[in-house]
């Protein structure tokens, strides 16, 4: 930046604005950002138009300003396919050159993903200058966009990235294996088929030169475009590594008196088959990763390239995404449902197995909801659009996976900061090695006997510089952090695929970590154990009132009450006298129940807390409330004038998977409770029929947050389980809030975890992919750290006093590249992966 002050605009998206004075708000308050000019609110588009100086005022400063008086500022965000990165240093290097342009606000690498999710101005830095960034740090860089082409341009960037490594790795291996036939052609029976001139120094250093300047060549590119930002990767290590064994073996052939081990210590086989190991874990990394994120291109393929729609009554065909809302789409046999919506004419079964994981086709009529990606199996039907585009259940179950890909779990921070700091302390240990092995060890151990493990030769004629400098080298291979940067989000990336294909979706890796920690489960009653759909079962009356005049009144009280009981005893009079009269007034008692006027008299219908407050006597109906709650039925008071006139019982029926749920719960050592609004007797004796032990009854819904609160003080890891909508407080309380039976609506739930289907057996299977992934973060960490502990002793030379034996620098890149390799291939068995609860069910014929 020049001495002249550049002002730049830029438009930043306002949440929470209501009026006018709140357009004043948000403009004083940029206003008052050191470097802000001219400010303009738009209140009708929710926008703010801001210029400003980037030297003096950043995009941190501006949000800040925003959010510190009560309103949202969103920046554009874009999502990058990143190929070519290898470790979790990468992620850090793209992560600090891009966070540190001055148009980005936030930036999110995912390794195993191979993505980058962008916060950003676009107006003070383009998409394009944050691709060629990335590109100049030697990775490859494309925007991601949605639908079916992003599916086929993220899958053509995969193939390029292995058909590249590929070609690399025919050059690397056919020339290496050249370059050690002919470093080894005096020794075993190779002398009697390999020709003496393949052993020429010259000869090998023909070979060798195009493997280290060709395939070689991007790790010496790379690793030069990171420190000109003073970044360091892998690359640095590979290249350091490749670069000293060639440059070493160069100058002992054409300068073997310049006093670095002698013409004896040409070891190009080191250089070029390091070369070749490194470029074959590379290969097998890109082929075997691509298969972590094949649940996000199954999602993709899922979405219908054509619809059927009905204009001015004719059929037309026309592509998915140009259907529009409440449009008429006709589907046939065997079509796909091209998005969201609600039949209006037909009859058939829905295989939603893609969708919901749900094993049978579902049975559909006129007023059932379809969902966009399932496929019709015997009749056609009709049905109006009700969401499209972006706001199809498909298309927001495929961004939820995308953004629990792009988290990281809280495990995940240990192997972020080891990885941060470990390629400078590689550095330090490999110089500490050949200082160690330079000015003591080579003296105090060194035999012309010694071997480098799997060579027929010896080091006779190794100089204690270029021993040292071996030593040094294998450090540098034998240490890579791959494994520890792919272990746990090439887990969580298997783990949030395969709980999509059963219906269940983490809002992030947080979130699977989290449910996998859960110690205890709180369930809502209605609607989560229960159906959520009760009637009345019991109807009795106090003289001078009868039955049906008792339910009469109820019904009058209830009939413009949302709650479900309500609904219920308007059903029941419907079905028995037709449609309920109209209360001349109506107030809802949260928690209580309803107070209404007919026919100029009062009517109390509610709880017993009610009555208490209206001063109305139970005692004769005491006797025959506690046998009706006993029996598991809800229980409400109908009083007139302020004088008890009778009962009206409803019961809620259980789902059918209520018990199995809360036996597999325990089964896995998990406390599970149930929370209502009911009272003591009613609640036991549903909490009886299931088998939960503990019941929290009587709680208002504004209250159950508090109950969470109460568990967590415990030093439990609380789980809540509900319909997303009124327990919306408690999700969010909880550590893990698990929204059941959200449907179409899954972008829309307070919970942490969305069931689609409103089946509590989920429950169980989220527990159970998410303490089976939380497993292959474990593995995968031990295995990545274990690797590391090991094998940098190793390299060091700690068993060489004992065993007279080295480790080479191309064995220490095979057993690298192996520690990578067994990384993602101990993810990949989440592939096969079955929640233990869905496994029982179906042998049992379940769902």
Known sequence: ???????????????????????????????????????????????????????????????????????????????????????????????????????????????????????????????????????????????????????????????????????????????????????????????????????????????????????????????WNGLKRGLTDMNLLYATGIGAAYLIAVINTFFPEAGFGGSEATFYEAAALLTAFIILGRYLEAVTRGRTSESIRRLMKLQPKMAR?????????????????????????????????????????????????????????TGDEVI??????????????????????????????????????????????????????????????????????????????????LTPYTLHGLGVFGFALLTSVTVLVISCPCALGLATPSAVMAGSGKGAEYGILFKGADAMEATARIQAIIFDKTGTLTRGQPSVTDVIAVEPFSRDEVLKLAAVAEKHSEHS??????????????????????????????????????IQLGNRKLMAESAVGLEALTTDAERLETEGKTVMFVAIGGKPAGIVAVADTLKETSALAVTELKRLGIQVLMITGDNRRTAEAIARQVGIDRVLSEVLPEDKAGEVRKLQAEGLKVAMVGDGINDAPALAQADVGIAIGSGTDVAK??????????????????????????????????????????????????????????????LAALLMATSSLSVTLNTLRMRGFVPGVRRAATMQGGT
Request: aromatic letters at 8%; hydrophobic letters at 45%; charged letters at 20%.
């Open 309 to 365: 729609v009905i204009r001015d009554g004719v059929e037309i065909e026309i592509p998915a995404e140009a259907v529009e809302v409440n449009e008429i789409i006709a589907v046939r046999p065997g079509e796909a449902v091209p998005v969201d919506g609600k039949i209006i004419d037909g009859y058939s079964a829905v295989d939603q197995s893609m969708i919901t994981g749900e094993s049978l086709p579902v049975e559909k009529q």
């Open 372 to 453: 966009g990606g399932t496929l019709n199996k015997t009749g056609a039907f009709r049905f109006k659009a009700t969401r499209v585009g972006k706001d199809t259940a498909l298309a927001q179950i495929i961004k939820l996976v995308e953004d629990a890909q792009t988290t990281r779990a809280p495990i995940q921070k240990l192997a972020d900061r080891v990885a941060g700091h470990f390629i400078l302390g590689v550095h330090i240990i490999a110089l500490l090695v050949f200082v160690f092995w330079f000015f003591i060890g080579y003296d105090a151990w060194f035999t012309p006997e010694t071997r480098l493990i």
């Open 1 to 223: 930046m020049t001495g002249d002050k550049k002002k730049t605009s830029l438009t930043l998206f306002i949440g929470g604005m209501t009026c006018a004075a709140c357009v004043r708000h948000v403009e004083g308050a940029l206003k008052t950002v050191t470097g802000v000019g001219a400010v303009t609110v738009n209140l009708a588009t929710g926008k703010a138009s801001v210029e400003y100086d980037p030297s003096l005022a950043g995009l941190a400063d501006l949000k800040k300003a925003v959010e510190d008086m009560g309103y949202s500022a969103v920046y554009d965000t874009a999502s990058l396919s990143v190929t070519g990165m290898t470790c979790a240093s990468c992620v850090k290097n793209i992560e600090r050159a891009i966070q540190s342009m001055p148009g980005v606000h936030s930036i999110v690498v995912n390794l195993s993903a191979g993505s980058a999710r962008i916060e950003y101005a676009p107006a003070v830095t383009p998409l394009h200058d944050i691709i060629e960034t990335v590109r100049e740090l030697g990775y490859g860089a494309v925007e991601k966009i949605e639908g079916q082409a992003a599916l086929d341009r993220e899958q053509d960037a995969r193939e390029e990235e292995i058909k590249r490594q590929k070609r690399n790795l025919i050059i690397s291996w056919s020339l290496g294996l050249i370059v050690m036939l002919g470093m080894f052609q005096p020794y075993w029976i190779l002398s009697s088929f390999v020709p003496e001139w393949m052993n020429n120094k010259v000869f090998l250093f023909l070979m060798t030169t195009p493997i280290v300047f060709g395939p070689g060549r991007q790790f010496f590119i790379n690793s």
């Open 749 to 810: 739930e307070t919970g942490h975890v969305i069931l689609v289907k409103d089946d509590i057996l989920d429950v169980v299977a989220a527990l159970q992919v998410g303490r089976q992934t939380l497993g292959l973060i474990k593995q995968n960490l031990f295995w990545a750290f274990g690797y590391n502990t090991l094998a940098i002793p190793v390299g060091m030379g700690l068993l060489y006093p004992f065993t007279g034996q080295m480790v080479s620098p191309e």
């Open 565 to 602: 009981l309500g609904e219920a005893i308007v059903r029941a009079h419907r079905e028995k006298s037709g449609e309920p009269a109209d209360a001349s007034s109506f107030r809802a008692v949260p928690g209580h129940g309803v107070i209404a006027v007919f026919d100029n008299k009062e």
